[in-house]
């Protein structure tokens, strides 16, 4: 089953390696929650680190990604269900070949 992309991605590995850390997600449906950005700016202004500005950088971005984290669990519970399931119908969809119908 794909995945909200339209394309068919490809994967390769060779060997398995530890990339560090995953990255930062997201979520664009997150800015529609009442208070996200007043959330993310007060919590990106609390934090407080000393050293040099890469240094700082990378503990901003350390601390928000686990206080979005925190959020995301209080603020948007069922969300990650929504998803699949709207994965599910556009598998569906994506079988049917779109039956000549409109989409839109």
């Given at each position: 089953?794909?995945?909200?992309?339209?394309?068919?991605?490809?994967?390769?590995?060779?060997?398995?390696?530890?990339?560090?850390?995953?990255?930062?997600?997201?979520?664009?449906?997150?800015?529609?929650?009442?208070?996200?950005?007043?959330?993310?700016?007060?919590?990106?202004?609390?934090?407080?680190?000393?050293?040099?500005?890469?240094?700082?950088?990378?503990?901003?971005?350390?601390?928000?990604?686990?206080?979005?984290?925190e959020?995301?669990?209080?603020?948007?519970?069922?969300?990650?269900?929504?998803?699949?399931?709207?994965?599910?119908?556009?598998?569906a969809?994506?079988?049917?070949?779109?039956?000549?119908?409109?989409?839109?």
């Open positions: 089953m794909r995945g909200l992309s339209d394309h068919c991605p490809l994967v390769l590995a060779a060997d398995e390696e530890d990339w560090g850390p995953r990255p930062s997600r997201m979520l664009k449906c997150w800015r529609d929650v009442p208070g996200y950005k007043v959330f993310v700016r007060d919590k990106w202004n609390s934090f407080q680190f000393e050293g040099w500005g890469g240094f700082v950088l990378k503990e901003k971005f350390k601390g928000i990604k686990t206080a979005l984290k959020w995301h669990t209080t603020h948007t519970r069922n969300l990650p269900s929504r998803i699949e399931a709207l994965k599910f119908q556009l598998a969809l994506d079988e049917g070949g779109g039956g000549g119908g409109k989409w839109f």
